[in-house]
Structures are given as C-alpha cells and as structure tokens.
C-alpha cells in the first residue's frame, strides 16, 4: 500500500498527488471528485475514437489537370451478333450442318424433359423457355464461319483523325483488329500505339479515331439463297430467324433490341466486359463520342488493393487459343463466378468470358454430350445456390481491385447521317472502292453489292437502317486524378488518444511507463512477500514437528505418579 502511495505522490500525472497530500479530508476528496470525471470523459473520448478507427472513413481529393489523357482500347460489338445478309445467303452444305445441330439438341431436350416428368403445357414452356440452348450448341467455329458479320463488308472507313500543323484535319489508315466474343461472336477493336497517343495529346482534343461501319441486319431486300435455318421459338412463343438469335443467356425471351453497335471503352489490355464504360450507337446517325478520362489511386497500404497486377487470360472462344490481357476486376468476378459454378455441377457458365486457367469444362447451355444445363431440372436444390455465386464472387473481388485504374466516360451527340445529297456521292466515294476490292479478292459481300447495284430508294433506306458514323475523340487532353485514402487511420488514432489522455489526466507515455513500473513493483513484492511467507511457514511446520518428537522420546508423566503412589502403599 506504501507503494502506491509513494507513487501517487511522485507521479508526473496531475491530481494524483493531491488526492493522498496531507491536505483537508474535503480538499482531497474534491479533487477525487475531478480526476473521476476526468477518467470517464477520457474513456468516453477513447470510444469515439476506436470507433472513429473501425468505420475506416474514406476521403477523396482531386488533382485537377494533372495527367496527360490516354486512349482507351475501343470495341465495337453487333447487338445482332449474326450477319442479315450471310444468314440469308447461306450455302446448301453449311445451312444443313447448322440444321443438323439444332435437331440433335432438340433431341437431347425432349428426351431429358420427358424423363424428368415435364409433360403437355409443363413440357412445352420448359422447351421453349431453355430454346436458347440451341444456338449454344451448335460449334463456334460455325458460327462464326458462317453467320457472323465479316470486316470486309462490315469496314467502310477506319481511320486516325488528327490536326497538321497548319491547324487542317488529316487522316490515316487504322486497322480494326478482330476480337472474338463469346457472346457478340465477330467483334472490332482499335488500339492506339504510344505515337499515336502522344500525337492526339499534341494535336487537341478534335483528334482521334473515325470509322463508318455497316451493322448488316435483315433486309427485305437482300437476295436469299434459299437455304434457310430453322427458327428459335423464345419464351414469348414467338418464331425468331436466325438473323435475330441472341447468345446471351438474359435474352431467353427473345432478343428485344435495335441494330446497332455496342462500344466498349477500356483500359489499355482490359478485357470488355460490363464493368467497363459502354453504350450503344444506332444506325442512319453519326455520332460523336467525347471520351472524358479519370484515374483514381487507392492509397497502398490502407485499403486492400493490388499495385503490381499480373497478366491474365482468357479463352479465344474460336479457336481456343489464350487472350492475353490485363488485370482487372472483371477477370477476377469472371474467375471467381465460373470457379464455383465449375465446383458446383462441373459446368462452365454461358455467361461471360472464360478465364484461360478454367478451360477444358463444357458449358452448361451446350446440349450436345452430357452433362449440360437439365442438371439443375434434377436437382432443384442446385438453383438457390446458384444464384448466390454472382454476390460471392463480387465480394471475393473486393479485396482484389487495383489501386490505380483509368476511368472512363462518354457524352454522345448525334445526327442524322448521311443527308439525302450525300447519300449517293458516299456510295460512289466509300463504299464502292470498298465492295471492288473485295471482289478483287474474290469475297462474298452480299450486303454491299446491294448497296453498289441497287436503285436509290432501297440504297437509302438501307444505309439509314444498317450504317453509322462514329468519332471518337477526347473530352480534353489534360485530365483529373482522384486520390483516396483512408480518412483515420491508427496513426490518427494514436495522435487523438495521447491528446485527450494529456487533457484529462495529464498524462503522457512517461506517465505510462510509472504506470508499468509500479505494477512491476506491486507484482515483485507480492512475490517477495509471498516467498517470505513460505519461509515462515516452513520453519513454523519444522519446529513444530522438532517438538513432536522430542516430547515422544519423554516417559510419561502420569505413569511416572501413579507407580510412585504404588509403591508407597505396598511398604509394610
């Protein structure tokens, strides 16, 4: 008790020595009063802090002006991924291979319905509800071999648009390159190398890239070989042509969508996917696209993040080769969805790209072999759990995001294109060179040579229905960073809690450090204390069993005293 005492007394924390001073009972007792109330608004402090330092607030500022913009990669995909004009002038041999796949699932779909007890109305809403799987069926390489759009007929224009010196527009050729997807088949891709890049950021914000492309849906006005492929019957029981299948598995209703072209915006090397910046661009329109970009840079260390990502793949569905890409999120929530839907009933998901490291399993949607998608008809418990991959993959990839990314965005702004003056010098000057070389080479161009021999009226109307325009160019070319970080951190924490214990109780790390060494002081003499006690109690148990033993060796006294009487009585 003198310890703390004389610890009381000698410590660096206020208040302390005055409660055990020699001073009046009441003085003493009033400035107890205060150092409680002091430890309670310091221990109130402490929790606001720590919780304060558990919610991990987020705070952002903007560096404006501060990077130089850089081209996306940009991708332009079919809503309608199958070609009007090749579906309808399609050869004799290939029109019966693909009929010849759609008949084999659709044997494999009624005779696994039926054997799972789907019957009259039952069976033919179950039929016409998986008609989706029927494409998915047929061979990729068919697909796109036979009814997908082709870059020859699909490229009128392809160009870097950029000023000269002298402040006038110039132009020069960009190759699309073919990027194959699984779900828009044929897709077209422009990448700007470093000098182009560094070209548009010298030359303004009116550079960048202009194409004019044909979207080739149906036309009543394009001849048909007369080899035709069966029709789909949707969800809605309504008869779809081939022209208008749909691979993407949220259209089992049936595709409800105009021609067009769905634009991709991503980071250099980044796979387009939904998660990057995209929209859709209609025909008989030139449209400008004002590209703005953003990075954002999470702070390295507060927030669970990648700085140093790898290179990734996927799977080129055409010939399944490997797709190298960067990292992005969309490749984790791809990996993460196909691996548990792989672990789940040992099936790919239609939906989306396939990561490279996942290859080799079938998809669920393909009906030719087993298994395939009627698994989740005979075991209705697989259903719940499939629709909680989706969610457990986007939380898996949260941790898994990248601290720097490029962020994309578009304004758009439209016309209508070509006017009725220009319709015919643009068929003369852009489209027919084209149309000749691909005769030169021998390539079938049906959609084209409608457009180069046709009379006015069915030219016009179907360049308004199946061409478009499209510039893209930068919003500006010096472009914001946004920087976040976590807005309390245990640095922050540290700093408040050794103020408010300073403020409180006037205390500080020495006064801790008191602190300690009293407990070590307490602690060191209840130990000696305790050793000491032993000790006394030891030698105690010793004298005690010394007594004992001596007394045990002694005649007893009584014996003694009675023999004595004994004898004095016996003498005569």
Not at 38 to 45: R, V
């Amino acid at each position: 008790m003198l310890q703390i005492v004389d610890a009381m007394t000698s410590t660096t924390a206020h208040g302390l020595p005055r409660i055990v001073s020699g001073k009046p009972l009441t003085v003493r007792l009033a400035w107890l009063s205060v150092l409680l109330l002091m430890t309670g608004l310091f221990f109130k402090g402490f929790y606001d802090f720590v919780v304060k330092l558990q919610t991990r607030q987020v705070t952002s500022s903007v560096d404006g002006n501060s990077l130089n913009f850089q081209f996306p990669d940009v991708y332009a995909c079919y809503e309608n991924p199958i070609s009007g004009s090749y579906s309808a002038t399609l050869d004799e041999a290939s029109a019966a291979a693909i009929n010849a796949q759609l008949n084999d699932s659709q044997v494999v779909m009624r005779r696994e319905l039926s054997m799972l007890g789907y019957v009259g109305n039952a069976f033919m809403g179950a039929e016409m509800l998986f008609s989706l799987a029927h494409p998915q069926s047929i061979s990729y390489r068919i697909l796109i071999d036979a009814l997908a759009h082709r870059n020859e007929q699909n490229i009128i224009t392809s160009d870097v648009a950029y000023n000269t010196d002298y402040g006038m527009p110039e132009y020069a050729p960009l190759e699309a390159q073919i990027f194959y997807h699984p779900m828009y088949l044929r897709c077209l891709k422009w990448t700007l190398n470093s000098t182009w890049q560094q070209k548009i950021v010298q030359t303004g914000s009116s550079s960048g890239i202009v194409v004019t492309l044909v979207t080739d849906s149906a036309f009543q006005g394009l001849a048909s070989s007369g080899h035709s492929i069966q029709k789909m019957v949707y969800a809605r029981r309504t008869p779809i042509p081939v022209s208008d299948w749909s691979l993407n598995v949220a259209d089992y209703n049936g595709p409800d969508r105009q021609a067009g072209v769905k634009v991709f915006l991503t980071p250099p090397g980044e796979y387009p996917s939904d998660f990057v910046s995209s929209f859709s661009l209609g025909p008989g329109k030139s449209h400008t696209v004002e590209i703005d970009m953003t990075q954002q840079v999470y702070k390295a260390g507060q927030f669970d993040c990648l700085s140093d990502p790898p290179d990734v793949q996927f799977v080129n569905p055409y010939d399944e080769t490997p797709y190298k890409h960067s990292y992005s999120y969309s490749y984790c929530f791809y990996y993460e969805f196909h691996r548990q839907m792989q672990q789940l009933v040992n099936l790919s998901s239609d939906a989306g790209p396939l990561p490279w490291p996942l290859r080799g399993k079938k998809f669920a949607l393909n009906l030719t072999g087993d298994p395939n998608f009627l698994v989740f008809f005979s075991d209705p418990s697989l259903e719940p759990l499939t629709s909680q991959i989706d969610v457990k993959s986007k939380e898996t990839c949260k941790a898994k995001r990248l601290c720097s990314t490029l962020q994309y965005s578009a304004t758009i702004s439209s016309s209508d294109w070509p006017t009725q003056s220009s319709m015919m010098p643009f068929v003369s000057s852009s489209i027919k060179p084209v149309w000749m070389k691909a005769k030169s080479k021998n390539l079938s161009v049906p959609a084209l040579d409608l457009v180069v021999n046709g009379n006015e009226s069915i030219v016009s109307s179907y360049i308004r229905s199946n061409m478009l325009k499209v510039h893209f160019k930068p919003h500006r070319v010096l472009c914001d960073r946004m920087n976040f970080s976590i807005d309390y951190g245990l640095q922050d924490f540290i700093s408040d809690v050794g103020g408010i214990m300073g403020i409180y109780l006037g205390m500080s790390l020495l006064t801790l450090c008191e602190l300690f060494e009293l407990i070590f002081d307490i602690a060191l003499f209840g130990r000696k204390k305790a050793r000491a006690s032993s000790s006394k109690q030891a030698s105690v148990s010793t004298i005690q069993q010394f007594k004992v033993s001596e007394e045990s060796h002694l005649p007893p006294k009584e014996s003694t005293k009675s023999l004595s009487i004994s004898s004095i009585s016996s003498v005569p």
